[in-house]
């Protein structure tokens, strides 16, 4: 059984930051790319960030030069550090893994989400 918990979400002011974390437990054997969506009210679940297991990352525009995502291999974990918040960053934010664990080789896994509220 592997788990994938956020932690970090809450309601800022615009301009403000917030840095949600992610960690993962289990029968873990390896972590391979973490990545960081998030879904508005009426709108589908986009792509904000993702990291691989070397490290590359990769942003959505909106996401560019305001968010930083990060990971620690030792410790299953990932965070996103989001700065700069505006309105439109309002949303449940949701943490996917791509995970090899004992007895069930690779599968993708999702948090239960966690939400960000930014107010104007």
């Known amino acids: 059984q592997v788990q994938l918990v956020e932690s970090g979400g809450s309601l800022v002011q615009a301009g403000g930051s917030l840095r949600l974390s992610c960690a993962a437990s289990g029968r873990i054997v390896s972590v391979d790319t973490m990545a960081w969506y998030r879904q508005a009210p009426g709108k589908q679940r986009e792509l904000v960030a993702l990291?691989?297991?070397?490290?590359?990352?990769n942003y959505a525009d909106s996401a560019k030069g305001r968010f930083t995502i990060s990971r620690d291999n030792a410790k299953s974990t990932m965070s996103l550090q989001m700065n700069s918040l505006k309105p439109e960053d309002t949303a449940v934010y949701y943490c996917h893994a791509y995970i090899s664990a004992i007895g069930i080789g690779w599968n993708n896994y999702w948090g239960q989400g966690t939400q960000v509220t930014v107010s104007s």
């Open positions: 990291i691989t297991g070397a490290g590359s990352t």
